[in-house]
């Protein structure tokens, strides 16, 4: 099956965000969450003391993007952890700006 631009460039993005997520210590785990006929949620969980993120990939890409905002807003990205390409994707304004009180 071949993809369009849009579905190829999209496909791209979520590959840089993964390499992105490890080179900060993030373990990632993607795929079909469907295991005996139930269907599993994605997000951030902690197992033998390791940050992992586990994402659907069957999500839409909104989603499965802000998932990693969320992961990268959680460990606390520097602006130069970010590749420019992906600060766009991101939100990058709202992902460094730092957190307000309550």
Do not use: H
């Not at 997520?21 to 951030?44: E, M």
Request: charged fraction near 25%.
């Amino acid at each position: 099956m071949r993809l369009t631009g849009a579905a190829r460039k999209q496909k791209n993005i979520l590959t840089d965000l993964e390499k992105l997520a490890k080179s900060v210590g993030l373990k990632v785990s993607t795929g079909k969450l469907i295991y005996a006929g139930l269907k599993l949620k994605s997000g951030q969980c902690s197992l033998r003391q390791e940050p992992w993120l586990i994402v659907d990939r069957t999500q839409p890409f909104e989603e499965q993007v802000e998932l990693y905002r969320q992961a990268f807003d959680k460990i606390g990205l520097e602006p130069g952890q970010i590749p420019a390409k992906l600060r766009e994707v991101l939100g990058s304004a709202q992902l460094l700006s730092p957190a307000q009180p309550a």
